[in-house]
């Protein structure tokens, strides 16, 4: 494989796995709002960034590559209302697209079918990322902003999303 390719890989893992720290942070901020169905819909988030990593870890086992865990940045954000951890998430998905489609493109560029087909996947499970957040952030907007009754009824449905 590619050197730089198998780099852009192994730093996949690690932003996949910051996503899901950044997740679990958004998770306890809105569990300590009490609002348990945000948090339970950011804990499934988190996990399945787990299982990215973990796919792409296994993917260069198998290309018989071997690659080293880099430490995991903190989540730093301090969030002044309900609605900006929303809106990080779907500024945050828009930065894993990038970070995805660099490698896609970088396995076209150096004529590799096989990461290419592989990140076929990612890049479509991206749109659907992107999708979800823009979806959670307009419906906040729409039924939720002004807290009370919309809001518990947002929560509720966020909770009832990850069963």
Not at 52 to 73: N, Q, T
Not at 118 to 147: R, T
């Amino acid at each position: 494989m590619n050197q730089q390719l198998r780099d852009l890989i192994e730093d996949q893992i690690n932003k996949e796995l910051w996503s899901a720290y950044i997740y679990l942070d958004i998770a306890e901020f809105y569990q300590a709002k009490g609002l348990h169905g945000l948090h339970a819909w950011f804990e499934k988030q988190a996990k399945e960034e787990v299982e990215h990593a973990e796919k792409f870890m296994e993917f260069l086992h198998d290309r018989d590559e071997s690659f080293r865990l880099k430490p995991i940045e903190a989540p730093n954000k301090v969030y002044k209302d309900l609605r900006e951890p929303l809106a990080y998430q779907l500024e945050h998905e828009k930065l894993v697209t990038s970070l995805i489609l660099a490698i896609y493109g970088k396995a076209k560029e150096v004529g590799d079918p096989i990461v290419s087909h592989f990140m076929a996947w990612y890049v479509n499970e991206q749109v659907e990322e992107e999708g979800h957040s823009k979806e959670l952030l307009d419906q906040y907007d729409l039924f939720a902003k002004d807290g009370g009754l919309g809001l518990h009824e947002f929560d509720k449905d966020c909770g009832k999303a990850v069963k």
